[in-house]
């Protein structure tokens, strides 16, 4: 089942949408959030049926307990700000069990962090930030002003060991101006490639409820430190040989812009096959001078934009692989994890 | 070839009239390496020596019909050459060749029938007799690229599947640059190619089990194929016949050395050379330059480079003993400058005094003299490893569990660079 994408293929037709949606100053944007239990299925390596992950995820709704616009979804819903708002807030409605909160590494914003008081009576965070309780019956707010330009990931900021890990994160995307990611760098189409990955031993941890700190080693998972993903995503979903469908991204002569995101915890490098990307910025800080690249270095949390300008007669598919070799479905010997195929037109 | 002792000062002073042996730049001080513009390369499996003697199965690319090597072939073509790799294959399983940084690769079957894969064409397994893939592109670009498996590369490259292409720039050897622009000039070139290996992956393929490369766990790590102490044995070593390559480093002060260095495995590397900063003039096969044709204006110093998976990188290194505080050469003040020294150190003395003989435990890379191209009395069963009174340093990478060989210290990614006086021959 694949989630609905957030794929933007045709710069200003999202903007558009996202600013009849817009409540209250012209310079805002409100976006409503809803985190959800979800099951997501998963390639089987040994060939039998998909294998059902428990996960959390965002869906987003018109209104606080409103009509749902777009269903839960692994990454969440993408929240495209247009030009024009410098202040975005995110009003969030949390159907799980646990507290959650929004943070956006890269964009300025104070924070108050949920502290709690430890078993020797210190008093530790929780939270990066305020939190949403589980099951809140009014909005809890998230505020950004002065929005920076660029490509950034939203996520939790609760248990983020393991509340990112279980899907609570997504992308937030904010031009310059209307066509330019950032003052100066115009692009004719766009891409997003967010990477994650799964460790199907926490998610059935946390489900069956045997993840617990402090808890029993023998028969319970008590921390994050053995992390070993088996899934590795691009937007989402494993490469399935035959089903994964190419991402067509532009056409020959054109500025093609590639946005990158790691939500794992994990470093990724994708390494574009035939051709070059100029890598124009790094977590939303554009370079001031940008950097051509066959294979781009991506740490976990980080976001980088580049920008392809393939040349007339340049048309043509090109492999995108994760070259740290992530490329397995939890095992399998076939094709796996992070690859895709980027279509150019002629 | 050791010098005549000239004085006996500070111990013995190698014959400066040795450096009768050009110290002028030139082509012996290059990469070991196949050239031309057509290449027969051929994937099989052959054993490698890790560090600690282990025997690993590893699949590698041949030159032809040669013996598996471990990285393959490193292949030195010319800018604008039309380069075409015949590619058979040997190895149980299908496989092919990628090149990243190559625009406009094409790949067709000129025997036999390729299948297509996920990035490229492929030669179908135990094929050699029956199909060849030829892949053709037009190397228009000078510098460091890498070319590896195609073909489930979360197995093959840990498997052996990598190697170098290098692309001299239009004009070259008349000016031994490594790119379009005096930026780029250089005396002598090393290359660095870094690797590791998951030896599971190795034993379960070679007994024919299946390998989940998500439990990929290195233990073995290589330069040019290579671990400590086989990275500082020469090249084509007979106790090494599938690992050609090394990674001894030896050059003059006030050369210029351009380090090629490709990471070709799948994790980050931070690679610590000793000794300077070096600076970085490209990557991935292009100079870091604000505009075309400004040259390497926007080259870094750096001294510890971490290099994605994947990436190439080029560098020059440069050592002088600039403002180490004595006299590097142990001269007297009235003795002559030698080629680069730093004349404010000229004559000044050791900073400490050294401790008697009995007082210390000496290491293989001790000459017996501290100063540069100087020998010295040692105590027997010492030293013995630093014929010509070098000065070394190590240079290894910085994640230190990456300097054993499975989990023995010292050992994996690990060389040396020696500095020798302008009297020592390099070759």
């Keep these: ?346 | 070839m050791k010098g005549q002792c000239l004085t006996i000062s500070r111990g013995c002073t190698v014959a400066v009239m040795l450096a009768a042996v050009s110290w002028a730049t030139n082509a012996a001080a290059a990469i070991t390496g196949i050239t031309g513009s057509s290449f027969s390369l051929t994937a099989k499996a052959g054993h490698i020596a890790g560090g600690d003697g282990v025997s690993l199965l590893t699949w590698g690319y041949s030159d032809g019909a040669g013996t598996m090597q471990y990285p393959g072939p490193t292949m030195i073509v010319n800018q604008g050459t039309i380069v075409t790799i015949d590619f058979r294959n040997e190895l149980p399983v299908a496989s092919s060749i990628i090149f990243p940084g190559q625009v406009g690769v094409t790949a067709t079957a000129i025997l036999g029938t390729g299948v297509p894969g996920m990035l490229t064409l492929e030669a179908p397994a135990s094929s050699a007799a029956t199909t060849t893939i030829r892949y053709t592109f037009t190397a228009d670009h000078a510098g460091t690229f890498q070319y590896q498996s195609g073909t489930r590369p979360d197995l093959q490259v840990d498997m052996g599947l990598i190697g170098v292409l290098i692309v001299r720039p239009s004009g070259f050897p008349l000016d031994q640059w490594a790119y379009n622009h005096v930026d780029s000039v250089y005396d002598r070139e090393y290359l660095f190619l870094y690797s590791e290996m998951d030896y599971t992956f190795h034993f379960r393929t070679e007994l024919g089990l299946p390998v989940d490369t998500t439990t990929s766990w290195p233990v073995y790590w290589f330069i040019n194929g290579r671990s400590l102490p086989n990275t500082v044995d020469p090249d084509n070593v007979p106790w090494l016949p599938t690992q050609p390559y090394g990674a001894l480093v030896r050059m003059h002060p006030g050369e210029n050395m351009l380090m090629r260095s490709v990471n070709a495995r799948g994790n980050v590397h931070p690679q610590h050379p000793h000794g300077n900063n070096h600076r970085v003039l490209a990557r991935d096969g292009r100079l870091l330059e604000s505009t075309a044709g400004a040259g390497a204006d926007l080259a870094e110093t750096i001294f510890t480079a971490n290099y994605t998976p994947g990436q190439t990188e080029d560098a020059i290194f440069y050592w002088t003993g600039y403002k180490l505080g004595f006299d590097i050469y142990g001269h007297a003040p009235g003795d002559p400058l030698e080629p680069f020294e730093y004349a404010p150190d000229h004559g000044k003395p050791l900073p400490v005094f050294l401790p008697s003989q009995l007082e210390i435990t000496y290491g293989g890379g001790y000459s017996g003299s501290p100063f540069l191209g100087s020998m010295g009395d040692l105590p027997p069963g010492n030293g013995g490893l630093n014929f010509f009174g070098g000065m070394m340093y190590p240079w290894h990478s910085h994640h230190e569990k990456e300097v054993v060989n499975n989990d023995i210290f010292p050992g994996g990614a690990f060389t040396l660079l020696i500095i020798e006086s302008w009297g020592t021959p390099i070759p």
Aim: glycine share 10%.
């Design chain 1, 1 to 346: 089942m694949t989630p609905k994408t957030m794929k933007t293929i045709l710069a200003g037709a999202l903007p558009a949408v996202f600013l009849m949606l817009a409540t209250g100053p012209a310079s805002a944007i409100d976006f409503y959030l809803r985190a959800e239990a979800i099951t997501k299925l998963m390639p089987d390596p040994a060939g039998g049926p998909d294998i059902p992950i428990a996960m959390w995820a965002f869906a987003r709704d018109d209104l606080f307990q409103g009509l749902e616009l777009e269903a839960a979804s692994i990454p969440g819903p993408r929240l495209v700000v247009p030009p024009g708002d410098t202040t975005l807030n995110i009003h969030v409605d949390n159907n799980l069990a646990v507290p959650i909160s929004i943070v956006m590494p890269g964009q300025v914003t104070a924070l108050t962090p949920t502290m709690f008081t430890d078993a020797t009576g210190r008093q530790r965070a929780r939270a990066f930030t305020h939190e949403t309780p589980a099951g809140n019956l009014t909005a809890v707010t998230y505020s950004w002003t002065g929005l920076r330009p660029g490509t950034y990931l939203y996520h939790s900021g609760s248990h983020p060991q393991i509340q990112v890990q279980m899907g609570l994160y997504g992308a937030m995307t904010h031009d310059a101006v209307v066509g330019q990611a950032y003052g100066g760098v115009a692009y004719d189409t766009e891409t997003l490639l967010l990477y994650s990955e799964i460790d199907p031993a926490i998610h059935a941890a946390v489900a069956g409820g045997t993840y617990v700190p402090f808890g029993d080693p023998a028969t319970q998972m008590t921390s994050t430190v053995g992390y070993e993903p088996k899934y590795f995503l691009i937007n989402g979903e494993p490469f399935r040989p035959g089903i994964t469908t190419d991402i067509p991204v532009g056409s020959v002569g054109t500025t093609i812009l590639l946005r990158f995101l790691n939500a794992g915890q994990q470093s990724k490098a994708p390494l574009l096959l035939g051709q070059y990307m100029h890598v124009v910025s790094e977590n939303g800080s554009l370079y001031p001078f940008s950097k051509e690249r066959y294979v781009l270095f991506l740490p976990a949390g980080n976001t980088r934009d580049a920008l392809m300008t393939p040349a007339v007669g340049q048309d043509g598919r090109y492999p995108i692989f994760d070259r740290m070799l992530n490329l397995s479905n939890a095992g399998a010997p076939t094709p796996g994890g992070m690859l895709r195929h980027l279509v150019v037109t002629p």
